[in-house]
């Protein structure tokens, strides 16, 4: 039984899609959960789709230049981001200290420099790069990277010391694909790359460059085919932009050029539909920590979230975001719509991992509303490489408070750090289940990010101000201590039985539409006692089973290692797209295709070419 929606919320979605049917040339591509993307459909067809959708508009669906038009982008541009962000590094020494974290001042030094020399304080960014290149300290694969696209951009201004310092430190390295990540591997290749053919009288110029071209290209290729191993990290995803980036500006072959191109479209590809006005909402790989706030340390790549996007200004930790500022690339104008545009609700799915996780790779979903978000993603069936820096799903929203965050892991210490490979979770849209062995824990912010809670009947009920969660642990949980993430204060909860189920239910707050807070927060707890289905009876298996009938009417079901259905078909994660939402449609290997208005723009992984239609050609 669907909850009940505001009358203007109702009103909202009967216009949107009244104008997409009417509007409606090209057809519309429906999100499901068991099957590969699909020919888009057309003529009548379309509108029978467009109407049998409910409110996951498809904003792709039309050709006329009025729907595009008819969302207008905010008055602030990334230009003006980038010369905020300028500014600020230009202004502000690097924010490691220089004797207590001697390696972390030069991997935010170079960056810091950048912006110096960006913003016209030639002096200064000299002298800071002097020190940089005397002292390079442990920094190596970073400063190397970031370093060889910082002489490359301003070397014209260097003095000669300078630059032979530069030479001398990016020279210096035995293995140019080395490291012991994958992100090491791709800086390391870059400043490889780049000096070889800098530097052509080098003694291992050619091999280096056949080398390191060859890593580069198979990284590339491996992003168009299932994405890259340490996925979304909020910190080192902002390491695999810049590199592709200082090559797309300085590779002097254009083939090289256009691979850096494509793989750097697609790690911003990524995020566009997942970014919700300064809150990256995707399940990740190497993030010790599971806070999405913009407003706290811990995320080096929000920057570059906020430079394309915009939403809350992020604390600029140690200026990595500078490289895209200084740059003249731009995204794709597409993909500055989808980073904004949150009218109505969808569903993005995506593929991550490489075979790094053997062939189940990470299958990722996130359901995006107008204000909060909810994400997760299938991580196979058995051990989980470095688990011990996973975050699988979550409830993120907007707000003026800080930490408004909702986890449920099972954590490898008491701060809240990494999940494990016992448990698993599905999603269908704004419902999640997911079944435990062993113990769980969960965390909730203690701010103003929570405007009222209820507990009863074994549920927890919390109105965050902008979305509404149910959360059931079916063997309970108790409070736990309050504990410090980032320095925002979560409360925990804890779960001891051995064997375990959640549940959770979200709605957006127009769904509820009272008076009060707590008015609200109460007829969506009784919506969600009352019109909702669960069956545990199968929870204290040796392989748990839970059934979730949710508001919308869809069932879950799932038993641990075992299938995952929607309303009784099985999802099939190896035929998974590597990007899918209302606006993207992709064949992993082959093409990925993007759609906004009368805009699109494809790419072609055979041959490597970029086709835009539209108002962009």
């Not at 991992?353 to 058995?382: H, I, L, P, V």
């Amino acid at each position: 039984m669907q909850s009940p929606l505001s009358l203007k919320k109702r009103w909202h979605r009967f216009w949107s899609l009244l104008i997409a049917v009417v509007l409606c040339i090209k057809g519309c591509t429906v999100e499901t959960q068991s099957s590969p993307p699909q020919a888009e459909p057309s003529g009548a067809d379309t509108i029978t789709t467009a109407i049998a959708s409910s409110e996951f508009a498809d904003f792709a669906s039309t050709t006329d230049p009025t729907t595009l038009a008819s969302f207008t982008l905010p008055s602030e541009t990334f230009e003006d981001r980038a010369q905020q962000l300028i500014e600020y590094h230009a202004t502000h020494p690097p924010n490691r200290d220089r004797e207590g974290d001697p390696t972390g001042y030069v991997k935010s030094g170079v960056y810091t420099a950048m912006a110096q020399y960006a913003f016209g304080q030639t002096d200064a960014a000299n002298q800071l790069a002097d020190d940089l290149f005397s002292n390079p300290h442990s920094a190596s694969m970073f400063l190397a990277m970031a370093g060889m696209d910082l002489y490359m951009r301003y070397n014209a201004v260097m003095p000669d010391d300078v630059k032979e310092k530069a030479r001398r430190f990016i020279t210096s390295f035995d293995d140019y694909t080395g490291g012991s990540t994958e992100n090491h591997g791709i800086m390391f290749a870059t400043a490889g790359y780049l000096a070889a053919q800098e530097w052509s009288d080098w003694d291992k110029a050619d091999a280096v460059r056949e080398e390191t071209r060859s890593h580069l290209y198979d990284f590339v290729d491996e992003i168009t085919q299932h994405g890259i191993v340490e996925h979304d990290s909020p910190i080192y995803h902002v390491f695999f932009v810049n590199s592709l980036l200082a090559l797309r500006d300085h590779a002097a072959d254009p083939e090289m050029q256009q691979r850096a191109t494509v793989g750097l479209d697609l790690l911003l590809t990524s995020m566009a539909p997942e970014w919700l006005e300064g809150y990256w909402a995707t399940s990740t790989l190497r993030s010790a920590n599971f806070t999405h706030d913009p407003r706290r340390l811990g995320s080096l790549t929000g920057p570059v979230g906020w430079l394309y996007w915009g939403g809350d200004e992020p604390i600029h930790e140690d200026g990595c975001a500078v490289m895209s500022a200084v740059s003249d690339y731009r995204i794709p104008e597409v993909l500055t719509y989808i980073g904004q545009d949150r009218r109505l609700p969808y569903v993005h799915r995506e593929t991550q991992g490489q075979s790094f996780n053997r062939d189940d790779k990470y299958r990722k979903y996130t359901y995006m509303d107008e204000t909060y978000a909810m994400y997760s993603q299938f991580d196979g069936n058995g051990d989980l490489a470095w688990h011990d820096q996973l975050n699988r799903m979550g409830v993120v929203w907007v707000s003026d408070a800080p930490g408004s965050t909702l986890v449920i892991k099972q954590p490898v210490d008491d701060r809240g750090r990494g999940d494990t490979a016992d448990g698993q979770v599905l999603q269908h849209e704004r419902a999640l289940i997911g079944v435990y062995r062993n113990r769980l824990s969960g965390y909730l912010p203690d701010t103003e990010a929570v405007v009222e809670r209820i507990e009863e009947d074994g549920w927890m009920f919390v109105h965050g101000g902008t979305a509404l969660i149910a959360l059931k642990v079916v063997n309970g949980y108790n409070w736990e201590d309050t504990i410090d993430v980032l320095g925002t204060p979560f409360q925990s909860f804890r779960s001891n039985a051995d064997r375990n189920g959640i549940v959770i239910q979200t709605a957006s707050v127009e769904d509820f539409a009272a008076d009060s807070p707590r008015a609200a927060l109460t007829a969506f707890a009784e919506a969600v006692k009352t019109q909702t289905e669960l069956d545990t009876s199968g929870i204290d298996n040796r392989r748990p089973r839970l059934r979730f009938v949710s508001l919308s009417g869809d069932v879950l079901e799932m038993e641990f290692s075992g299938d995952r259905t929607i309303n009784g078909e099985v999802v099939d994660y190896h035929s998974w797209p590597l990007f899918q939402n209302p606006w993207m449609r992709s064949e992993a290997g082959t093409f990925l295709e993007i759609k906004y208005g009368d805009q699109s723009r494809r790419y072609d992984f055979q041959n490597w070419s970029i086709e835009d239609a539209g108002a962009e050609s």
